[in-house]
């Protein structure tokens, strides 16, 4: 059945809709980088001061505010929640659907374009992380927004000078790279360049690509959108703030931030394993295709040359995080939607590795989610057995979680299309083997985040956030010794900073905390409980500075 390219884009809004709305609430906000962000979001509504980006009603150099922004107005409609605090991430996964569909369709057609957001949609942290509240996904947006209309810009390289319609996309490209820049920081800006910058090396410098009169006009725009916060900032008299700023950047190129270390190969593992099945898909797609139109090459070119500046850059710097290498989801499935829809043309042949590949990867994901349950059901012997040595890590799995017998549903479901897949794929049906394969792993992240992640968010900081929310009104200030946290400020709904050393308050540290027997010799504090490798402290005087 045929549908018209209205009514595809208008089922793509409904499925996003319900593929990243509903539930968003269900689990509490993760710390560090969820609760971070909405915390900033909460004191902006606090204190009314939505210029500058607070934590702890502190100075935040860190980010730029345009993502908080965009928090803030949804805490403003729907008031201060989990839901609200990610909800402007699901309107992202909406648009991006949208977004992928609609260039792929005029890249090929409406087939490319639904394979597209169906590989999106369909691997397990594209898809998840519409349904957080981190920063990533608008960044990652504008910058992909920022390279798409540079590819047009190039794509018409004897275009003249004074051609307006080029110099529009020229000053599209800029303006969703200076967005990127107000969203995250000069990293957007640092990409763009990398990717430009491999793409002249590729063409060998051969033709012209952009005039110097082009140039100016991109350093400009960016400079004066992407600028204008900080110069009101400076103006303000904060360059203090926007000196702090740089120098984090610069300190998360070059060392471990906060101890997220890890090897070089980190983000290829993250990309294989966490964007499963489109990495797989796109491994057979790197390959030049001389059925491809010159436009099509010279797309696909751009995205393979985003993926490796993307995977290369941030395999380079010190600080390791998952989401850091998330700007690949783009490029990574356009080459999946590639591979499959040049599969189902007939116009590449399906390899016996990708089946391997996919049963073995498929078959380890489905194996650890049909495993996550057992956990709580063995938990003693697994303490007994002496493979893990963090005492916090054992504490937490002493967490009283209630199971509900049916937690196992995801990891069978996904066993299943991975089995389904392989036998419609060994008998050479492969398009329905590709559709199968991505509607299970569709629905499985979808019930993961359902059932399973709200168990998981218990035994990680459910007893702490339990405190905090019994805390909220009380004028009680809560810290935390020890470890990094912004759950006690956003949970316990703080109100203003106090700079008082004296008066009751209460302090969180984990049970392996080096200062815990200090405390313990302290006569000013007292220990309320403790629960799940937390514990909890009363300072009625507020004397106990130690950290």
């Known amino acids: ?25 269900k689990v509490h906000l993760f710390d560090w980088d969820e609760i971070n962000f909405a915390e900033c979001a909460r004191e902006m509504l606090v204190t009314g001061d939505y210029s500058s980006v607070k934590i702890n009603f502190e100075p935040f150099w860190e980010k730029p505010p345009l993502f908080i922004w965009m928090q803030a107005l949804s805490m403003n409609v729907f008031g201060v929640s989990e839901f609200s605090s990610r909800l402007p991430n699901a309107l992202c996964g909406i648009i991006t659907l949208l977004l992928v569909f609609n260039i792929g369709r005029k890249i090929y057609d409406n087939k490319f374009g639904i394979l597209w957001a169906l590989a999106f949609a369909g691997s397990f942290l594209p898809h998840f992380y519409f349904k957080s509240g981190i920063i990533d996904p608008w960044f990652n947006l504008f910058i992909f927004c920022g390279i798409y209309f540079f590819i047009l810009f190039t794509n018409n390289d004897n275009a003249p000078e004074n051609n307006r319609a080029n110099n529009k996309r020229l000053i599209l490209s800029a303006l969703f790279i200076a967005l990127g820049v107000m969203t995250k920081g000069p990293v957007a800006l640092l990409v763009f360049l990398l990717c430009f910058a491999l793409y002249l090396i590729l063409k060998r410098f051969n033709g012209r690509v ?10 400009f725009t960016v400079a004066f959108v992407g600028g204008l916060w900080f110069l009101i900032e400076m103006i303000r008299g904060r360059t203090d703030i926007i000196a702090e700023f740089f120098n984090y950047q610069l300190r998360l190129l070059r060392t471990e931030d906060s101890g997220h270390g890890g090897p070089f190969y980190f983000h290829i593992i993250v990309l294989l394993l966490g964007c499963f099945p489109a990495s797989i898909m796109a491994l057979r797609a790197f390959k030049k295709d001389k059925t491809d139109t010159p436009y099509q090459a010279h797309f696909k070119t751009w995205m393979i040359i985003l993926f490796f500046v993307v995977l290369v850059l941030f395999s380079v710097v010190k600080t390791k995080i998952l989401h850091y290498s998330s700007l690949c989801y783009f490029p990574l499935t356009f080459l999946s939607a590639y591979c499959m829809y040049k599969i189902m043309n007939k116009e590449i042949s399906w390899k016996k590795w990708m089946g391997y590949s996919i049963g073995a990867i498929g078959s380890l994901i489905g194996i650890a989610m049909l495993a996550l349950p057992l956990i709580d059901k063995y938990k003693e012997e697994i303490t007994a057995s002496d493979l893990i040595h963090d005492d916090f890590a054992l504490a937490n799995l002493q967490a009283d979680v209630h199971w509900n017998g049916y937690e196992w549903l995801p990891g069978a479901l996904f066993l299943t299309g991975i089995i389904t897949t392989l036998v419609l794929a060994s008998r050479r049906r492969f398009r329905k083997a590709i559709i199968v394969l991505f509607l299970a792993s569709l629905i499985t992240v979808n019930m993961a985040s359902l059932l399973i992640a709200p168990k998981v ?10 405190f905090y929310q019994k805390h909220i009104g009380k004028g009680i200030p809560v810290e935390t010794l020890g470890f990094k946290s912004y759950a006690h400020l956003f949970y316990t709904q703080k109100q203003s900073v106090t700079h008082a050393e004296r008066g009751h308050k209460h302090f969180v540290t984990k049970i392996n905390y080096s200062g815990n027997e200090t405390m313990k010799s302290d006569s000013t504090l007292t220990e309320i409980y403790r629960k799940n490798g937390f514990v909890f402290w009363d300072n009625t005087n507020g004397c106990f500075l130690h950290q």
């Open 457 to 466: 968010e218990q035994y990680s900081q459910g007893a702490a956030i339990e």
């Open 1 to 25: 059945m045929m549908y018209s390219t209205r009514t595809l884009n208008l089922l793509i809004v409904l499925a996003g809709l319900l593929l990243f709305v509903p539930f968003l609430g």
């Open 210 to 219: 952009i005039s110097w009169k082009q140039i100016s006009l991109y350093a």
